[in-house]
């Protein structure tokens, strides 16, 4: 069963704005990652932040991870027309090697 | 660097016919190959977790008899859907990882959509 709940499921934006999307999983993970899907097409890996890690940058990447509440969060600032994609979260629970666990995504549309 | 191709991108079959879907790394050898399938606007399930020169591990509810995957090298895993019906339909991604242990990213290929008619 799929672990990682993402929300927003849909998130708007105008181009220029941040956009935040949350995940909350259920069990104890190793590490957690976000991944970028452009319509039709294979997964982008974004960035992964492990469990005693609490927050990861890249480039306008930010990434957050709160193990007390089973919840992380990526943030993507400045955002460009071209970041209009799905974003889920995947989980890799304790216990699982490298297996992912692929939250439901959220889709996000960038206005110009 | 990390590149996962698959081939073919698209197909279309008739029911009844198997169709075998190719996944490479191209520039890194992968221990371990993944087999997902994806619904429309819906999340990636795995299905099967397969080490080169080893048995395939499937998951649960996954028919390792209707879906057959082969890894052979550590370059190359390939997936088969024997006697395809039209709810094989799907999306069907790869990914590859050239690490051992824990939890490492996973770099995937382009998809393959395969219709069933």
């Known amino acids: 069963s799929q672990q990682g709940e993402e929300d927003p499921q849909a998130l708007s934006i105008q181009e220029g704005e941040n956009a935040t999307m949350n995940c909350s999983y259920k069990?104890?993970?190793?590490?957690l990652q976000w991944y970028r899907q452009n319509s039709g097409r294979g997964l982008v890996h974004l960035i992964l932040?492990?469990?005693?890690?609490r927050e990861k940058h890249s480039g306008r990447l930010r990434v957050t991870l709160d193990t007390s509440k089973k919840s992380s969060s990526l943030l993507i600032t400045a955002s460009r027309a071209a970041d209009t994609a799905s974003y889920f979260c995947?989980?890799?629970?304790?216990?699982?090697?490298?297996?992912?666990?692929f939250g439901k995504g959220i889709t996000l549309s960038v206005r110009p | 660097g990390a590149v996962v191709s698959q081939h073919p991108s698209w197909v279309i079959c008739k029911s009844g016919t198997s169709v075998k879907i190719e996944c490479r790394s191209l520039?890194?050898?992968?221990?371990?190959m993944f087999w997902y399938r994806q619904f429309p606007k819906q999340s990636l399930m795995l299905m099967a977790t397969?080490?080169?020169?080893?048995?395939?591990?499937?998951e649960q509810g996954v028919e390792k008899d209707k879906f057959l995957i082969n890894h052979a090298s550590l370059t190359l895993s390939t997936l088969t859907v024997t006697s395809a019906h039209p709810e094989d339909s799907s999306f069907y991604i790869c990914?590859?990882?050239?690490?051992?242990?824990?939890?490492?990213?996973?770099?995937f290929g382009p998809g393959t959509r395969l219709t069933v008619t």
């Open positions: 520039d890194f050898q992968a221990t371990t």
């Open positions: 995947a989980t890799v629970y304790t216990g699982a090697n490298s297996k992912l666990t």
């Open positions: 397969s080490n080169e020169g080893s048995k395939a591990t499937y």
């Open positions: 932040i492990r469990s005693n890690e």
């Open positions: 990914s590859a990882t050239p690490f051992q242990g824990l939890g490492y990213e996973q770099y």
């Open positions: 069990t104890s993970i190793n590490n």
